[in-house]
């Protein structure tokens, strides 16, 4: 703090530094908070929408600019800078506060299931492998799975025998694994004949578990933005058509704040196993400073969470995530 009032008593050329870096602070706060604010008009447009995914990073910056804006005593921009703090710590700190528990997490049938977007171009199989054998999840949904992936991945039949994969060479490959048999599966175009999820059952504890796994669009033009909206859309109707307990897996190429996967939130009565264990950013892996959550697994209510994480990074750009889950046993 000392350090800091003494900085703004200096003269000369460093009172130019002094105005510069004031300067880009009052800027960063200035569209930091506005963003925070549209972000909430994502319904609207897509470049609104865009503006809703970054809540981290504009609390960040709205930290950093209430305490240099309170040591050197601006009080107006302290105020607006709190502001940001506020609105971005609102939708930040709900989901780290634990979750309610209940018998079934601890007496529960345990379901550990893996996420991964490889990326097509990713050569580091065997962190993917090390991965597997590490974690011995009972599903594994992986992304962007082309010819090579799916050949590379043959060497986790031993322990997740059961597949259904459909490689592709444009990012939109996907592969669904299972240490069980996956009953009943499915290639389902939800909205773009391009785009492929995969659908299937499994037996856990003599109990069936609906998986979709899915990866729409990014939203990078109209047409792409069009086409993720419209995927949601229709994969919240298919679950909702569920009666058994289910689970959707994938990249959304949205993150918890999008007003789109809000809707799609609400409409098919899902739950992120996030809630209680963080924000947990998957993308984009080599850009900290950038860091938003991606990539999901929601749950139907029936279906209880022990943990979720990030685990470390396996080349891709995006991290990949574990999540432990609890099936209420049959009575």
């Not at 040591?71 to 979750?99: D, E």
């Not at 996420?115 to 065997?126: D, M």
């Not at 090390?130 to 039949?157: M, R, Y």
């Not at 175009?189 to 492929?196: K, S």
Request: proline share 6%; net charge neutral.
């Amino acid at each position: 703090m000392q350090f800091l009032q003494h900085f703004f008593k200096i003269e000369g050329w460093q009172a130019q530094v002094k105005n510069a870096l004031l300067r880009w602070i009052i800027i960063g706060t200035v569209f930091s908070t506005l963003f925070s604010l549209t972000g909430y008009l994502g319904g609207f447009h897509r470049y609104l929408e865009l503006t809703s995914h970054f809540k981290l990073q504009y609390l960040v910056v709205g930290c950093i600019a209430f305490i240099f804006f309170s040591v050197t005593r601006r009080k107006w921009l302290s105020l607006v800078s709190l502001f940001c703090v506020a609105l971005n710590l609102a939708v930040i700190v709900p989901w780290y506060i634990p979750q309610p528990t209940d018998a079934t997490v601890s007496a529960g049938t345990p379901l550990k299931v893996l996420l991964a977007n490889v990326l097509t171009s990713n050569r580091q199989y065997s962190k993917i492998i090390s991965l597997v054998e590490k974690n011995s999840p009972d599903i594994a949904v992986f992304l962007e799975v082309n010819e090579v992936w799916s050949k590379q991945l043959e060497a986790i039949q031993d322990i997740l025998p059961y597949s259904l994969v459909y490689p592709r060479e444009d990012n939109f490959g996907i592969a669904l694994y299972s240490k069980t048999a996956l009953n009943d599966p499915a290639y389902k175009f939800f909205a773009d004949e391009d785009v492929v999820s995969l659908l299937a059952n499994v037996s856990i504890s003599d109990q069936i578990v609906s998986i979709v796994s899915t990866h729409p669009l990014p939203p990078s033009n109209q047409e792409y933005f069009n086409g993720r909206n419209t995927q949601l859309e229709e994969i919240s109707k298919y679950v909702q058509q569920l009666k058994n307990p289910h689970l959707v897996v994938g990249d959304l190429n949205a993150t918890m704040w999008s007003p789109y996967y809000k809707q799609f939130i609400q409409k098919s009565g899902l739950h992120n196993t996030r809630a209680g264990f963080g924000i947990l950013p998957t993308w984009p892996a080599q850009s900290p400073l950038l860091y938003i959550p991606l990539d999901h697994c929601l749950v139907s209510s029936k279906i209880k969470v022990r943990e979720t994480k990030t685990l470390e990074n396996i080349g891709s750009d995006h991290l990949p995530l574990i999540c432990d889950l609890a099936l209420p046993r049959k009575t």
